[in-house]
């Protein structure tokens, strides 16, 4: 038995640096990364936070945290396909109907986002301003509102210190 956990830690060892240097190449990797705050609203409910993004290999992975640390969406889209796929919604919103209208939503939002001009679409009006864009579903009367979010140099957690 101690042989055995003698030979599991210096294989551990062994494979520990080669993790380390998969995690650095995949930081360097171009994996574009976003954040946004944003807020929800809706004529009887709001919701806002941190919105973070990561682009790789033709997808676009998200989440949306609430202020208190609770991930309120989850979703993946696909930028070929132009489909979104909601992971995981908070429970309050996880009815089948409010899925389909977020999921759309979403996909929107994300493409006025980029800044890949979207096919005008009717039920949707877009207000950007110096550091904010407001998406507005006019049919649901739901606003989406989106800022940058500013990132600290000095602060930033991403990448390891060397």
């Known amino acids: 038995m101690r042989a055995f956990l003698v030979f599991l ?6 494979c520990l640096p080669a993790a ?19 807020s929800i609203t809706t004529p009887k ?3 806002s936070g941190i919105m973070i993004t990561a682009e790789s290999y033709g997808r676009i992975n998200g989440s949306m945290v609430n202020e ?5 969406i989850d979703f993946t889209y696909d930028i070929r396909k132009e489909r979104v796929k909601l992971v995981r919604v908070i429970g309050f919103l996880d009815k089948w109907y409010i899925r389909r209208m977020l999921a759309n939503d979403i996909k929107y939002c994300l493409q006025v986002l980029r800044e890949i001009p979207p096919e005008p679409k009717r039920g949707y009006t877009v207000a950007a301003t110096s550091d904010a864009v407001t998406i507005t579903n006019t049919k649901r009367k ?4 989106f800022s940058p979010l500013p990132i600290e140099q000095e602060n930033d957690t991403e990448r390891p210190a060397i």
């Open 9 to 14: 830690s210096s294989l551990l060892l062994l």
């Open 68 to 72: 208190f640390g609770i991930s309120a």
């Open 142 to 145: 739901i606003s989406y509102t």
């Open 20 to 38: 380390a240097t998969q995690r650095d190449d995949a930081a360097e990797s171009g994996v574009a990364r976003s954040r946004h705050t944003f």
């Open 45 to 47: 409910a709001y919701i």
